[in-house]
């Protein structure tokens, strides 16, 4: 029971993160199944991706309420998005236990460290026009597979992508791909059922996974609008580095020494990082307000 609430608790902080940041919960719910919950790489990817099916259609109704959809956008990318998905389920149920957790511990590192770069840097979008189809077509069909192989990463990868890419409002790439993350979710899980039979799949778990983020799905949404996106960013990547690198120390079995200092140099680094954009963020809402209030003043004159 006490698991069970725990990973209600995961669910909802994923979600939380996730729904604010257009990604994180297959990422940080996943680590956690695996890390903590000793499940196998395929039941954790299947539980998860079982949950999100209810998840995403709260967190989309939320964000199409609050106008954060554009559904050309959904369109273009979901088809392409289940189709990867239902081939990296079906991968994925092939590999043995003991060959997929350092693999898609490898994978999920790869997406920390993807992240954690990106929103140190931070991006600056341009907002012209609309991606297109041949955009949006290899997109989606990679990070659908990246996902279901990886436990998550249709957010890490398509998100961050668009948001380069510049043509969209930043609430719009995370509402639209929150959204479309639905067909996503779905065609992996058929793909762990049919790979793996009912069986295989920890119930009790998604449920839990699914309460916490159903719940947390609309508060998200609003926090898109007013949450410094790139400091949850660092956060949720300060995690997921942290809870993948304990899986691939442990099965390489490394020396307690060598792994407690890999984490001290994560957390250390996480906590710079959140420094870092903090100051960042600050130093440019003063700056904006600087700008206002000069702008104001000149035309008071």
Not at 89 to 108: C, E, K
Not at 182 to 188: N, P, R
Not at 212 to 232: K, N, Q, S, T, W
């Amino acid at each position: 029971m006490r698991k069970l609430v725990v990973v209600g608790i995961v669910g909802l902080l994923a979600q939380l993160v996730d729904g604010a940041l257009g990604m994180g919960y297959g990422v940080t719910s996943t680590s956690l199944l695996v890390g903590l919950a000793a499940l196998s790489p395929a039941a954790a990817s299947a539980s998860v991706h079982l949950s999100e099916m209810a998840t995403n259609i709260a967190s989309g109704v939320a964000h199409w309420r609050l106008k954060n959809v554009d559904w050309k956008v959904v369109a273009r990318i979901a088809l392409p998005g289940a189709i990867g998905a239902f081939l990296g389920a079906t991968v994925l149920s092939r590999l043995s236990t003991q060959g997929a957790a350092p693999l898609m511990s490898g994978i999920l590192l790869a997406l920390g460290i993807y992240l954690f770069i990106r929103f140190l840097i931070g991006i600056k979008p341009r907002l012209a026009g609309r991606p297109t189809l041949r955009l949006l077509a290899p997109l989606g069909l990679f990070a659908g597979f990246i996902d279901a192989t990886g436990g998550g990463g249709w957010g890490p990868v398509a998100t961050p992508a668009l948001l380069t890419d510049g043509r969209m409002p930043p609430r719009k790439v995370i509402g639209s791909i929150d959204t479309a993350e639905f067909c996503v979710s779905a065609a992996a899980s058929i793909g762990f059922v049919v790979a793996l039979g009912s069986q295989g799949i920890h119930w009790g778990l998604a449920l839990a996974l699914l309460v916490g983020g159903v719940i947390a799905a609309p508060i998200a949404a609003y926090l898109v609008r007013i949450a410094p996106a790139h400091l949850l960013g660092i956060a949720v990547a300060g995690l997921i580095l942290l809870t993948n690198t304990r899986t691939i120390l442990k099965t390489a079995d490394s020396p307690a020494d060598l792994s407690w200092t890999l984490y001290a140099v994560i957390f250390a680094a996480t906590v710079l990082g959140l420094v870092f954009v903090a100051l960042r963020h600050r130093n440019r809402r003063t700056a904006e307000v600087t700008a206002t209030a000069g702008t104001a003043s000149a035309h008071s004159r």
